[in-house]
T-cell receptor, first 114, second 114 residues
Framework: DQQVKQNSPSLSVQEGRISILNCDYT??????FLWYKKYPAEGPTFLISISSIKDKNEDGRFTVFLNKSAKHLSLHIVPSQPGDSAVYFC?????????????FGGGTRLMVKP | KAGVTQTPRYLIKTRGQQVTLSCSPI?????VSWYQQTPGQGLQFLFE???????NKGNFPGRFSGRQFSNSRSEMNVSTLELGDSALYLCASSSGGWNTGELFFGEGSRLTVL
C-alpha cells in the first residue's frame, strides 16, 4: 500500500508557464514533507520542504503548498524553465520516527518545452 | 567537499549470486540510508545506519542486509539474487540529526540480475 502517491507520471509545460506537481499521502503521522529533483544518471537532490505546522513554503521560483485536511501537497514552479525538466519525487517523514527515513512517491517526470 | 560516492556504478549478476555495494558518505555525515529505485515504484527505503547501528529498517526480506563501519562508510549486501532485485540502489547521507529530512544522495549503483 503506497502511503505517498504521485498520480501523474508525467507533465508537459511550456517554458515560462507554471508547473504544478501534485502529491497525496495517507499516513496521518507524516508531519514533514520534501520534494526532490532527479536528473538522469544522477542521484536525487533536495529541492524544498515544508513542516506540517505551515501551509506554504517558498524558495525562489519554487513554492510548496500543504493541505493537511486533504492530505495533499503540491509543488509550484513559476516560471518554468527547460532546465527544470527532471523527475520530481515527493517524500514524507514522521518526525516521531527515530532517524532519517523517508517515504517517497513514484515520481512525476516534468518536461518543460522551450 | 566531496559528495556521496557509490561503487560500483554498474554491475551485472545472475540469479542466485550475491552482491555487495559500497557507499562513502559526505565527510562528517554519520547517517547513511539505502534506497531501492525501480520503475514506477519510486524510492523504497531499505535501511538506515547511524554510528554503526541500524536505526531503521524498511520492509525488505532478510536477503537484504547492511552494515556501517567506524568511518561511517556503509555496505549493503543482497544474497541469493532474484530477477526482481534489478534496480538502482541509492545511498544517501546526512549529518544524522533527528529526522532532518534533507538527504544527500549518491549517483547510485545500477544492478542488473540475469
Amino acid at each position: 500500500d503506497q502511503q505517498v502517491k504521485q498520480n501523474s507520471p508525467s507533465l508537459s509545460v511550456q517554458e515560462g508557464r507554471i508547473s504544478i506537481l501534485n502529491c497525496d499521502y495517507t499516513n496521518s503521522m507524516f508531519d514533514y514533507f520534501l520534494w526532490y529533483k532527479k536528473y538522469p544518471a544522477e542521484g536525487p537532490t533536495f529541492l524544498i520542504s515544508i513542516s506540517s505546522i505551515k501551509d506554504k513554503n517558498e524558495d525562489g521560483r519554487f513554492t510548496v503548498f500543504l493541505n493537511k485536511s486533504a492530505k495533499h501537497l503540491s509543488l509550484h514552479i513559476v516560471p518554468s524553465q527547460p532546465g527544470d525538466s527532471a523527475v520530481y519525487f515527493c517524500a514524507a517523514s514522521d518526525y516521531n520516527n527515530a532517524g532519517n527515513m523517508l517515504t517517497f512517491g513514484g515520481g512525476t517526470r516534468l518536461m518543460v518545452k522551450p | 567537499k566531496a559528495g556521496v560516492t557509490q561503487t560500483p556504478r554498474y554491475l551485472i549478476k545472475t540469479r542466485g549470486q550475491q552482491v555487495t555495494l559500497s557507499c562513502s558518505p559526505i565527510s562528517g555525515h554519520r547517517s547513511v540510508s539505502w534506497y531501492q529505485q525501480t520503475p514506477g515504484q519510486g524510492l523504497q527505503f531499505l535501511f538506515e545506519y547511524f554510528s554503526e547501528t541500524q536505526r531503521n529498517k524498511g520492509n525488505f526480506p532478510g536477503r537484504f542486509s547492511g552494515r556501517q563501519f567506524s568511518n561511517s562508510r556503509s555496505e549493503m549486501n543482497v544474497s541469493t539474487l532474484e530477477l526482481g532485485d534489478s534496480a538502482l540502489y541509492l545511498c544517501a547521507s546526512s549529518s544524522g540529526g533527528w529526522n532532518t529530512g534533507e538527504l544527500f544522495f549518491g549517483e547510485g549503483s545500477r544492478l542488473t540480475v540475469l
